[in-house]
Nanobody, 122 residues
Framework: QVQLVESGGGLVQAGGSLRLSCAAS????????MGWFRQAPGKERAFVAA????????YYEDSVKGRFTISRDNAKNTVYLQMNSLKPEDTAVYYC???????????????WGQGTQVTVSS
């Protein structure tokens, strides 16, 4: 079992930055592929980014490439999502997720956090 707790959401103006954190706990949490997803009002939850267990490989959804950076600190069992140049369309609840393998497959995530709200004003 892996428990995930997100933090760092908030209200920011367009063009601003936020850094989300996801603290993982549980057996072998550091060995999991970690991902970030988001769900905007009235829309389905969508993939944002993922990172391999070592942190050496990352994968992004096209609309966030060059603006968002996913990283992890396995010593702290924490995954981050640095979000720069934020746009109003980035407004959503952001979720952290974990799975055993399959970095480039957006399905198969076994564990989910409770989500953190990000609101970008224009």
């Amino acid at each position: 079992q892996v428990q995930l707790v997100e933090s760092g959401g908030g209200l920011v103006q367009a063009g601003g930055s936020l850094r989300l954190s996801c603290a993982a706990s549980g057996r072998s949490a550091w060995t999991y592929v970690m991902g970030w997803f988001r769900q905007a009002p009235g829309k389905e939850r969508a993939f944002v980014a993922a990172i391999s267990y070592s942190g050496g490989t990352t994968y992004y959804e096209d609309s966030v490439k060059g603006r968002f950076t996913i990283s992890r600190d396995n010593a702290k069992n924490t995954v981050y999502l640095q979000m720069n140049s934020l746009k109003p369309e980035d407004t959503a609840v952001y979720y952290c997720a974990a799975k055993a393998s399959g970095l480039r497959t957006i399905s198969g995530y076994e564990y989910w956090g409770q989500g953190t709200q990000v609101t970008v004003s224009s």
